[in-house]
């Protein structure tokens, strides 16, 4: 059961749609509004510096629902077609974040969960749906609807083992965050 503790609102005068309630579950420490900040800093930091990525709106570390303790908004840019070069500095940005939270703390922490699970999507889907690999080539294989259980995948289980290799060698060997942890802003991260 969570309780009520703090209503707060962003100006005066207070219309309603500007407040909202902090439950006891979201009331952070020091340490922990440190480390989103840093994170969420993170996310702008890397983005500024990537050719392909969307501009920056707005950052916050105040929690919002359940799960976001923070976030960093985007004016979206209006494609319908995306590069390689476009997904990768997405990408980068994406993980910008646990990126910045492992320089400036020395240890990584699980806020970066959704945006790895968002950049695990987007790598696979580089490999399998997009056609961007030059191991797999130019295959479409048909990504599961979310929510859906896979019983069977539309290719082998070699396929699957080359898919699983190039997305592994994709962040290891050549992570998408290179270009800027080469460059002098992060230069405490190996790989």
């Given amino acids: 059961m969570s309780h009520f503790v703090l209503v707060t609102c962003q100006t005066p005068p ?34 500024w510096f990537l050719e392909h990525a969307a501009p920056l709106l707005k950052v916050s570390i105040v929690p919002r629902g359940l799960a976001a303790l923070g976030y960093a908004q985007y004016v979206p840019k209006e ?19 646990r ?31 997009y056609g961007m690999n030059d191991r797999v080539g130019n295959r479409s294989y048909a990504a599961p609807s979310p929510g859906q259980m896979v019983s069977q995948r539309p290719y082998s289980e070699a396929t699957a083992e ?10 290891f060997a050549h992570p998408p965050i290179s270009p800027i942890c080469r460059a002098p802003l992060f230069p405490y991260l190996t790989f």
Avoid at 79 to 97: E, I, N, S, V
Avoid at 101 to 125: M, N, W
Avoid at 162 to 171: A, H, M, Q, S
């Fill in 79 to 97: 494609r319908k077609l995306h590069t390689k070069a476009q997904m990768m500095d997405t990408m980068c940005m994406m993980l910008g974040g």
């Fill in 14 to 47: 207070i219309p309603a749609s500007s407040c909202h309630i902090l439950y006891l579950s979201q009331v952070m420490t020091i340490e922990d509004k440190t480390r989103v900040a840093h994170h969420e800093a993170g996310h702008a930091v890397t983005g």
């Fill in 99 to 129: 990126i910045a939270e492992q320089i400036f703390f020395g240890r990584i922490s699980t806020g970066a969960q959704d945006d790895l699970q968002k950049v695990t999507r987007l790598a696979y889907a580089l490999v399998t749906s």
């Fill in 162 to 171: 080359i898919v699983d290799e190039e997305v592994r060698i994709f962040f």
